[in-house]
Nanobody, 116 residues
Framework: QVQFVESGGGLVQPGGSLRLSCAAS????????LGWYRQAPGKQRELVAT???????GYIGSVKGRFTLSRDNAKNKVWLQMNSLNPEDTAVYYC??????????WGQGTQVPVSS
C-alpha cells in the first residue's frame, strides 16, 4: 500500500503563496495519475489539481491560473504551487491517486489557513 506524506502548509495572508509537497512511499509517480485534493471545514473533499503520467495537468476553475502542479518522478514527489491565495482556499490539502478506485487510505494532509 502506498503512503502519501504531505507538507508545506501553514498560515498565509490573502494574496500570499505557498508551495505544498507530497512524497510517496513507493516509486509510483511515473505510473499513475496523481491529484491534489482539499477539504475545507464543513465541506466534502474535492479534487483541485491533477497530473497525468504524460505530465499534462488539470485544475478546477477556482484555482486555474493560480495553482501549478509539478512532479519529479525520480524523487517520488509532487508539488502544488499556490499563488494569490484567498480565504476560500482554506482547507486541509492531500495528495493521492487521481483515480478514486485506487485510493485505499489518506495521509495526514497539510493545513492551509488563509487569513489576515
Amino acid at each position: 500500500q502506498v503512503q502519501f506524506v504531505e507538507s508545506g502548509g501553514g498560515l498565509v495572508q490573502p494574496g500570499g503563496s505557498l508551495r505544498l509537497s507530497c512524497a510517496a512511499s513507493k516509486s509510483i509517480f511515473s505510473s499513475y495519475a496523481l491529484g491534489w485534493y482539499r477539504q475545507a471545514p464543513g465541506k466534502q473533499r474535492e479534487l483541485v489539481a491533477t497530473i497525468a503520467t504524460t505530465g499534462n495537468t488539470g485544475y478546477i476553475g477556482s484555482v486555474k491560473g493560480r495553482f501549478t502542479l509539478s512532479r519529479d518522478n525520480a524523487k517520488n514527489k509532487v508539488w502544488l504551487q499556490m499563488n494569490s491565495l484567498n480565504p476560500e482556499d482554506t482547507a486541509v490539502y492531500y495528495c493521492n491517486f487521481k483515480e478514486a478506485t485506487r485510493i485505499l487510505s489518506w495521509g495526514q494532509g497539510t493545513q492551509v489557513p488563509v487569513s489576515s
